[in-house]
């Protein structure tokens, strides 16, 4: 079998950073992906490369799907993970990728991965991810996290995460790229648990304003930021209606209050 790592493109890239995120277990509330797929349409981004899901999905885990295309022609959609490139201003590109956390064979995924950013000459990388939280819905999304800098998470307001336990393919690339010399940061926004909905633009909005300012880069927000107050509203409205959670969440209240 040949190569996985497909690529479609060989650009010359200028200083370039890297934003990750996978579909699945790390990304609650779909935030750490809408993110990446916010940044790659605020930068106009375009294909890179890709990773061939053959060797690496269970496809009756993670389907492939049907398209109707042109023509009323039928095409299959693999679930692969992309990769594409843009521009985060003069002098400075991005390579960004998202996809759907793989099933088997994560240390040949992730050697897959290290081999085209060191090829494209990236030296740091910022991985996004989700989860869920006992947190208000009504406060600022949280986002904590790891970093390979010292004093990085201190200078981005990032509080440090203690998380010890099972971890998702984005933890294993983390250890594998600091291992290799990269600069790595792991941000991770907290969402409520007892919100089931996706995508959840606040936390989306939460991580990419953390990940523009350690990668010292600007994008329009404002869109995002929209989204994020249209969500809050109506996930104020359905605590309201249902008795229950709007007593479930006075009592996060008196313990945020207590502490």
């Known amino acids: 079998m040949g190569d996985p790592l497909r690529r479609i493109v060989t650009p010359s890239l200028h200083d370039p950073l890297t934003i990750l995120a996978f579909e699945g277990w790390n990304d609650a509330g779909e935030a750490a992906s809408s993110a990446v797929r916010y940044v790659a349409d605020a930068t106009q981004s375009v294909p890179l490369a890709e990773i061939d899901p053959e060797e690496f999905f269970d496809f009756t885990v993670r389907r492939p799907e049907v398209r109707i295309g042109e023509g009323e022609l039928r095409r299959i959609e693999w679930p692969g993970f992309e990769l594409r490139y843009g521009s985060a201003g003069p002098g400075r590109d991005l390579v960004l990728g998202v996809g759907p956390e793989p099933h088997f064979r994560w240390r040949c995924y992730v050697a897959h991965l290290l081999r085209l950013l060191q090829d494209t000459g990236v030296r740091r990388v910022a991985l996004l991810g989700a989860f869920l939280a006992d947190v208000l819905y009504s406060r600022p999304a949280r986002v904590v996290g790891f970093a390979s800098e010292p004093g990085l998470l201190e200078r981005l307001a990032v509080e440090p995460s203690g998380y010890e336990g099972p971890t998702g393919i984005v933890g294993v690339l983390a250890s594998e790229l600091a291992a290799a010399g990269f600069e790595v940061a792991s941000l991770w926004v907290g969402l409520p648990?007892?919100?089931?909905?996706?995508?959840?633009?606040?936390?989306?909005?939460?991580?990419?304003?953390?990940?523009?300012?350690?990668?010292?880069?600007r994008i329009d927000?404002?869109?995002?930021?929209?989204?994020?107050?249209d969500f809050e509203n109506r996930v104020s409205e359905m605590v309201a209606a249902d008795p229950a959670l709007t007593e479930y969440v006075k009592d996060l209240k008196r313990r945020e209050f207590a502490q």
């Open 221 to 229: 927000d404002a869109p995002l930021a929209r989204e994020a107050a």
């Open 193 to 217: 648990h007892y919100i089931n909905a996706a995508p959840n633009p606040r936390g989306a909005l939460a991580l990419v304003q953390k990940l523009t300012e350690y990668l010292d880069f």
